[in-house]
């Protein structure tokens, strides 16, 4: 996927569609999301193993294939929509535990229980109800992203 003015509008585009309201910015290595500002982070820049992990995470618990990219997108954009202090604090919480026990050894479990923290879990199933929601316009973005490349 290439990093191009072209690509960055389309997205910009995407996600306004989505809220106006929504801001992006582009980085090189990761998602997030800036909730107070409504601003999401993307990147173009892969990440195979973590892809590969969230797609896996998204096909076991959700039953659907969804681009990785587009997937982390509506992510972001879900944590703007399931947005709760109590849930923000919990996530802190688990995600400090989490990191506390981590063992490298066991990097697929650890990734698999950070998706399932119920902020995280909430930002995908949102992101999932819109791509199939809105399924048709959804792949056609990605196509059209794509053909940049």
């Excluded at 992510?75 to 400090?96: A, K, M, N, P």
């Excluded at 929601?133 to 973005?141: A, G, H, L, R, S």
Aim: charged share 25%.
């Amino acid at each position: 996927m290439v990093n191009s003015h072209r690509n960055r509008q389309l997205v910009r585009e995407f996600v306004r569609s989505i809220d106006p309201n929504l801001m992006v910015q582009f980085g090189e290595d990761e998602f997030y999301v800036m909730i107070d500002q409504n601003i999401i982070n993307a990147t173009f820049n892969s990440d195979p193993l973590g892809d590969r992990l969230y797609k896996e995470f998204v096909e076991t618990n959700f039953d659907v294939s969804i681009d990785p990219f587009l997937s982390g997108l509506l992510h972001e954009c879900g944590h703007i929509f399931t947005y709760s202090e109590e849930r923000d604090h919990e996530r802190d919480v688990l995600y400090y535990m989490l990191q506390c026990n981590f063992d490298i050894a066991r990097f697929k479990e650890y990734t698999m229980m950070y998706f399932a923290i119920p902020s995280e879990y909430n930002a995908t199933a949102w992101g999932v109800n819109y791509y199939l929601t809105n399924k048709e316009y959804c792949d056609n973005f990605i196509k059209e992203i794509n053909n940049e490349a």
